[in-house]
């Protein structure tokens, strides 16, 4: 199994080193390349707004499947695991044109209190949708593009200016998306078992968790506790190695596909841990059970 990709801090590393426009934690990322069809795997560190320029970028999350086609965008909120697909057009040799936002919770809250919203929240879930890229979306994405040819001379602080510049031309020519920003702060409530079972063997962490479930940090700990009668990082390691386990006894996985199989990040921690509690590294562990 490959490592999933953890953006936008994977972005900066090899083999992507992709274009990223970064400022106090505020990431841009710009992709153009010629690809007939690329697939992988992301955890969505932030919320991400995707804008597809040319070709054309599937999106599966949970049972649901999302094409965003040429000059066409979709919001997609924090901590998830996203499979994608993406097609460069065949008209322009393959041609793959993209520009994502990463978007912090934070950020969120400062346009949110910033914006004149008189209207009442929505009683009703906003569903997630794909949208066209307007004129005043592209005239945006224009005056944005010269900024990732010399990302090195910006000034401190223009690069939050140009994403609140985008909030509010994505609100300005449509208020659901304004609904979707402030569902994004206020994520609905759901069972702890229901979101930790879907996520764990994911990258995630008790933050992550936190917020998928609804709830703050504190509250999440304090439930799960009073659940499992344990704290959230002990069950979910140890039910992780478990996992880990099984897959040594019952497939040919390396240690490393095994690592990243089970929700761990780094195969030098993921030993450290089994070794801790089944008192052999895996690398023994594995030797010994092809022994058998």
């Known amino acids: 199994m490959l490592k999933i990709l953890k953006v936008p801090h994977g972005f900066t590393e090899a083999p992507y080193e992709q274009s990223v426009l970064k400022m106090n934690g505020f990431s841009v990322v710009e992709s153009c390349l010629h690809t007939q069809r690329t697939t992988g795997t992301m955890f969505l560190e932030d919320h991400m707004l995707l804008f597809v320029l040319k070709g054309q970028y599937k999106i599966c999350f949970g049972e649901k499947t999302y094409k965003v086609n040429e000059n066409e965008m979709v919001l997609l909120h924090k901590s998830i695991v996203i499979k994608y697909e993406k097609t460069g057009k065949e008209e322009s040799e393959y041609l793959l044109d993209y520009i994502m936002f990463f978007l912090k919770d934070d950020l969120l809250t400062e346009f ?25 979306l592209k005239g945006y994405i224009e005056s944005l593009k010269p900024l990732f040819n010399d990302s090195s001379s910006i000034s401190n602080g223009l690069v939050k200016l140009k994403l609140l510049e985008l909030l509010y031309d994505l609100v ?3 208020e659901k998306l304004l609904f ?41 700990k304090r439930e799960f506790k009073e659940i499992y009668n344990t704290s959230p990082l ?16 019952h497939t040919e996985f390396s240690v490393t596909e095994v690592c990243f199989s089970t929700g761990f990040e780094n195969v030098a921690h993921f030993s450290k841990v089994f070794k801790e509690r089944f008192g ?13």
């Open 112 to 136: 949110i209190k910033m914006y004149d919203f008189n209207h009442s929240f929505p009683s009703i879930v906003v569903p997630l949708t794909v949208n066209p890229i307007n004129k005043r």
């Open 172 to 174: 300005d020519t449509n």
């Open 180 to 220: 979707q920003f402030l569902l994004l702060k206020q994520k609905e409530r759901r069972s702890i078992l229901d979101v930790v079972e879907e996520n764990l063997y994911n990258p995630v962490n008790v933050n992550d968790l936190a917020y998928l479930s609804g709830r703050s940090l504190s509250t999440f």
């Open 234 to 249: 002990k069950w979910i390691r140890n039910r992780r190695l478990d996992k880990a386990r099984e897959l040594f006894l």
């Open 280 to 292: 052999v590294s895996p690398s023994m562990f594995k030797q010994s059970t092809n022994l058998h």
